[in-house]
């Protein structure tokens, strides 16, 4: 069974541009989760998708969107990057219900120059 | 505000050694408790989980956490370090709806050989 797929693994970007991030989640997964990691951040919430309709969101502007598509697969976007974007996002998706038991993907890595 | 706190940033540990990393949550009311690992580049891997019950769980790789509420305490254990180990580890909770989980900020575990 496949895990979760998230494309590109690696990006770089500069400052001013937008970047899409795409998540597959794992067959069968409703629900899909956006994390963004930073050593001086850690690990934080940005959204969660379930059934097409985000229903979680984390303390993040404006610029950083999602969506979830009928097929369950997830974007992401940052619009007008700053430096204090490069991350690693991750997304990970989960079967059972609102349990928080999630599997992750291996992240996309961007960074903004 | 709901939070989760790793005290210990780095731990050092020999191989064959016992492992302890220690993880305290300030929650309302108890909150669905988790363990994840991370390896250099790499996701998220879920260890073990605790919903309720039994407030001794054993997880993969011969893990195990044990819950105390006296203590607001979800320790991780393991009699016995490999040094594939080495990693860093993130105890998070899940204490409101959907699947948003709160992350500590992650101790990083080296193995010596």
């Known amino acids: 069974k496949a895990g979760v797929t998230q494309t590109p693994r690696y990006l770089i970007k500069t400052r001013g541009q937008q970047v899409t991030l795409s998540c597959s989640p794992i067959?069968?997964?409703?629900?899909v989760s956006w994390y963004q990691q930073t050593p001086g951040q850690g690990l934080q919430f940005l959204f969660e998708y379930f059934s097409e309709t985000q229903r979680n969101k984390g303390n993040f502007p404006g610029r950083f969107s999602g969506r979830q598509f009928s097929n369950s697969r997830s974007e992401m976007n940052v619009s007008t990057l700053e430096l204090g974007d490069s991350a690693l996002y991750l997304c990970?998706?989960?079967?059972?219900?609102?349990?928080?038991?999630?599997?992750f993907g291996e992240g996309s890595r961007l960074t903004v120059l | 505000a709901q939070s989760v706190t790793q005290p210990d940033i780095h731990i050092t540990v020999s191989e064959g050694a016992s492992l302890e990393l220690r993880c305290n949550y300030s929650?309302?009311?108890?909150?669905?408790l988790f363990w994840y690992v991370q390896s250099p580049g790499q996701g998220l891997q879920l260890l073990l989980k605790y919903f309720s019950g039994d407030t001794l769980v054993q997880g993969i790789k011969g893990f195990e956490a044990e819950f105390k509420r006296s203590q607001s305490s979800f320790n991780l254990r393991k009699p016995s370090v490999h040094w594939s180990d080495a990693a860093e580890y993130f105890c998070?909770?899940?204490?409101?709806?959907?699947?948003?989980?709160?992350f500590g900020t992650g101790t990083q575990l080296k193995v010596e050989l």
């Open positions: 067959s069968g997964h409703r629900s």
């Open positions: 998070a909770a899940r204490g409101g709806g959907g699947n948003k989980l709160t």
């Open positions: 929650y309302g009311a108890t909150p669905y």
């Open positions: 990970a998706s989960t079967l059972r219900g609102d349990t928080g038991e999630l599997f």
